[in-house]
């Protein structure tokens, strides 16, 4: 039956060549963005994943400049306990050569005064933004450590958490007391033999102790930016458009929306059809 009220083949390439441009749209937009899911609409519940991992990426990001700084404050403080340990050795050849008797006691007393100075300004110089771990006042504030926020770490969806490294103080200051170093004479410098050996093996185990945890702050760091790296490419696998799949279904929806556009307007003109209908 036909009919000049209701062209239903009208309406069927309506709703066809509709469906074809929001189509169109959604690759136009896909293209554009280059996400496949870019809002709530499009998938709720891949879209909500996709922003919780957003929020933890951000939260190592924050963690990676965390560890940059612990790094550098433990650096700093290894290195100055490094050079006080070459120090240490240095005034140990010093010690043993004023156990003999025909040296110049005075000047290799003078010798040592000038290294007890300057191990005392590497003890103080040996702070990064403010915090010294060769100290025995480490912040300023009696810490005797610092903390490291070191990872964030997600127990379902709602429940995390946030771990730390804590690097604790040598004290320099306190454990390396260079005032029991006496070479007036060759008796006094047999004595400090064993004392400088004991300063020694402090600065050393210092000096370990300091590596040990730039070793292992370092550590985490690499791990937390491979950790990164790979929830950014799980969030992009997530959201992210194939490109080049996107570009062959919009030539596709394109050759539709053409054809689409062309049923539609031999549909609009079929109801003319019926005027033949009325010529006598």
Same mark, same amino acid.
């Given at each position: !039956?036909?009919?000049?009220?209701?062209?239903?083949?009208? !309406?069927?390439? $309506?709703?066809?060549?509709?469906?074809?441009?929001?189509?169109?749209?959604?690759?136009?937009?896909? /293209?554009? %963005? @280059?996400?496949? /899911?870019?809002?709530?609409?499009?998938?709720?519940? #891949?879209?909500? =994943?996709?922003?919780? !991992?957003?929020?933890?990426?951000?939260? &190592?990001?924050?963690?990676?400049?965390?560890?940059? $700084?612990?790094?550098?404050?433990?650096?700093?403080?290894?290195?100055?306990?490094?050079?006080?340990?070459?120090?240490?050795?240095?005034?140990?050849?010093? #010690? /043993?050569?004023?156990?003999?008797?025909?040296?110049?006691?005075?000047?290799?007393?003078?010798?040592?005064?000038?290294?007890?100075?300057?191990?005392?300004? =590497?003890?103080?110089?040996?702070? &990064?933004?403010?915090?010294?771990?060769?100290? %025995?006042?480490?912040?300023?504030?009696?810490?005797?450590?610092?903390?490291?926020?070191?990872? =964030?770490?997600?127990?379902?969806?709602?429940?995390?958490?946030? +771990?730390? /490294?804590?690097?604790?103080?040598?004290?320099?200051?306190?454990?390396?007391?260079?005032?029991?170093?006496?070479?007036?004479?060759?008796?006094?410098?047999? +004595?400090?033999?064993?004392?400088?050996?004991?300063?020694?093996?402090?600065?050393?185990?210092?000096?370990?102790?300091?590596?040990?945890?730039?070793?292992? #702050?370092? @550590?985490?760091?690499?791990?937390?930016?491979?950790?990164?790296?790979?929830? %950014?490419?799980?969030?992009?696998?997530?959201?992210?458009?194939?490109?080049?799949?996107?570009?062959?279904?919009?030539? *596709? $929806?394109?050759?539709?929306?053409?054809?689409?556009?062309?049923?539609?307007? =031999?549909?609009?003109? *079929?109801?003319?059809? #019926?005027?033949? $209908?009325?010529?006598?």
């Amino acid at each position: !039956m036909s009919s000049i009220l209701t062209n239903n083949s009208a !309406m069927v390439a $309506l709703q066809t060549l509709k469906s074809v441009n929001s189509n169109l749209a959604k690759t136009q937009d896909m /293209i554009s %963005t @280059g996400k496949e /899911i870019g809002k709530a609409k499009d998938n709720s519940a #891949i879209w909500a =994943i996709s922003k919780v !991992m957003e929020s933890d990426v951000s939260g &190592f990001k924050a963690v990676s400049k965390s560890l940059a $700084l612990g790094e550098s404050t433990v650096a700093v403080a290894s290195a100055g306990a490094e050079q006080i340990t070459d120090i240490l050795k240095d005034m140990k050849e010093r #010690i /043993i050569a004023a156990t003999g008797e025909n040296v110049d006691h005075a000047k290799i007393g003078a010798e040592i005064t000038e290294m007890t100075g300057q191990i005392t300004d =590497i003890i103080n110089a040996s702070q &990064f933004n403010g915090a010294n771990l060769l100290a %025995t006042d480490v912040d300023g504030n009696g810490a005797t450590d610092i903390t490291v926020t070191s990872s =964030i770490n997600r127990v379902g969806a709602t429940s995390v958490t946030r +771990t730390d /490294i804590t690097v604790a103080g040598v004290d320099f200051e306190a454990d390396l007391d260079l005032s029991d170093i006496d070479v007036s004479d060759a008796a006094s410098a047999d +004595t400090s033999v064993a004392a400088i050996e004991a300063h020694i093996q402090t600065a050393v185990n210092g000096a370990a102790e300091l590596g040990a945890s730039a070793a292992r #702050i370092s @550590g985490q760091s690499d791990f937390v930016s491979k950790l990164t790296d790979a929830m %950014t490419s799980g969030i992009g696998s997530l959201v992210d458009a194939d490109m080049e799949a996107t570009s062959a279904r919009l030539q *596709a $929806l394109q050759v539709q929306q053409q054809l689409s556009t062309q049923s539609l307007s =031999i549909a609009n003109q *079929a109801p003319q059809a #019926i005027l033949s $209908l009325f010529r006598g």
